[in-house]
């Protein structure tokens, strides 16, 4: 079972991917999988526990795994499996709204939604542009499925990491990338 877990910082390389596509697929994904607005903070516990497992007839399932079995490794998420291992710390962090631990699961759940058919042993970045990179999409979708940027344009960060429940760095990304449209 945890023979997709890495423990490496890098991402492989992936189909490209720009930032609009990305948002396009988070949007879909909070629509049609999470059944919420875009102006609603999303409930990531209720769609990792809940929803993914029920949309999925249980074929979605994930692990709560001891910290010395997961190691540095936060979650990890195998889409083919439609499995996800997450530390035990995270899992009960994300039981108590840690904002870190929101993004970590959202960022599972862009594996999950981008990464079908791709091995995600993580390893040398060395040889693929940014856009694709698996992590770095990952991480565009998690940002966009917390915090949609139609939604950070003309407000603060304090305002966004209130209404997502996102941290300051994540809200600071947010409204970086709402000035820019």
Known sequence: MLDFI??????????????????????????????????DCLDVLKVLELILPKLTEGEFEFFPLDNEVMGDTEAAMSPDRMKMCIRQDVYDALHEGDFRARFTIAHEFGHFMLHEGVALAR??????????????????????????VSQCINVTEDEIMERFQVSRQCAGFRLKEANKR
């Open 123 to 148: 390893g040398n970045a060395k040889d693929h542009k940014i856009y694709e990179d698996s992590e770095w999409q990952a991480n565009c979708f998690a940002a966009e499925l917390l915090a949609p």
């Open 6 to 39: 890495q423990k490496h910082n890098t991402g492989i390389k992936v189909k490209p991917r720009s930032k609009d596509s990305i948002a396009g697929l988070a949007g879909a994904f909070r629509r049609k999988v999470c059944k919420t607005e875009v102006t």
